[in-house]
Antibody, heavy 123, light 107 residues
Framework: EVQLVESGGGLVKPGGSLRLSCAAS????????MNWVRQAPGKGLEWVSS????????HYADSVKGRFTISRDNAKNSLYLQMNSLRAEDTAVYYC????????????????WGQGTLVTVSS | EIVMTQSPATLSVSPGERVTLSCRAS??????LAWYQQKPGQAPRLLIS???TRATDFPARFSGSGSVTEFTLTISSLQSEDFAVYYC?????????FGQGTKVEIK
């Protein structure tokens, strides 16, 4: 069974930083592309970032480009999101999400989701 | 960026009724369209990919259709467990974008 468990969320002041982690199990993590998708409280879904299996190809939403960095450690079956210069509008539940594509490609949709971790940016 | 527009925003339905949800793209997305179901307090779940390929977790009463810019999700006979928010998402062009969601609620 595919399991994605996020951690690292919490309360942070505007301008601060936070690092989210996602521990993957139940599948061969190193062969799948991965994503972060967020959802502001009571709002819809927003794609944040994608990374292919080797880390060769990375995409960011314009809203986070230059502030967030996605990375992965295939030896540790883990996905990360380093978030800097946080703003109030970054407040959201952040989901770790698997793309069904293999080997450095992206299909662009999500076939498995974690339960999410809440990031609150407030003074 | 491709804008995805879902209609209606809310649908009030009785169990057993047929439900049709619409999703429109601001430019062509071919058949690169997914639907997700999200219940309160839960993560979304993949329902449909490729505009019409149903995920194995979901029963045959769910079906997707459409291409280019116009898409439809149909629930043939709504069950109590189907009350949720449904999102469409295009993956034809980066950034992948979602519709704002349609909430299916009990009438």
């Amino acid at each position: 069974e595919v399991q994605l468990v996020e951690s690292g969320g919490g309360l942070v002041k505007p301008g601060g930083s936070l690092r989210l982690s996602c521990a993957a199990s139940g599948f061969t993590f190193s062969t799948y592309s991965m994503n972060w998708v967020r959802q502001a409280p009571g709002k819809g879904l927003e794609w944040v970032s994608s990374i292919t299996s080797s880390g060769s190809y990375i995409h960011y939403a314009d809203s986070v480009k230059g502030r967030f960095t996605i990375s992965r450690d295939n030896a540790k079956n883990s996905l990360y999101l380093q978030m800097n210069s946080l703003r109030a509008e970054d407040t959201a539940v952040y989901y770790c999400a698997r793309d069904p594509a293999y080997y450095d490609t992206l299909t662009g949709y999500v076939d498995s989701w974690g339960q999410g971790t809440l990031v609150t940016v407030s003074s | 960026e491709i804008v995805m527009t879902q209609s209606p925003a809310t649908l009030s339905v009785s169990p057993g009724e047929r439900v049709t949800l619409s999703c429109r793209a601001s430019q062509t997305v071919s058949s690169n369209l997914a639907w997700y179901q999200q219940k309160p307090g839960q993560a979304p779940r993949l329902l449909i990919s490729g505009a019409s390929t149903r995920a194995t977790d979901f029963p045959a009463r769910f079906s997707g259709s459409g291409s280019v810019t116009e898409f439809t999700l149909t629930i043939s006979s709504l069950q109590s467990e189907d009350f949720a928010v449904y999102y469409c998402q295009q993956y034809n062009n980066w950034p992948w974008t979602f519709g704002q969601g349609t909430k299916v609620e009990i009438k």
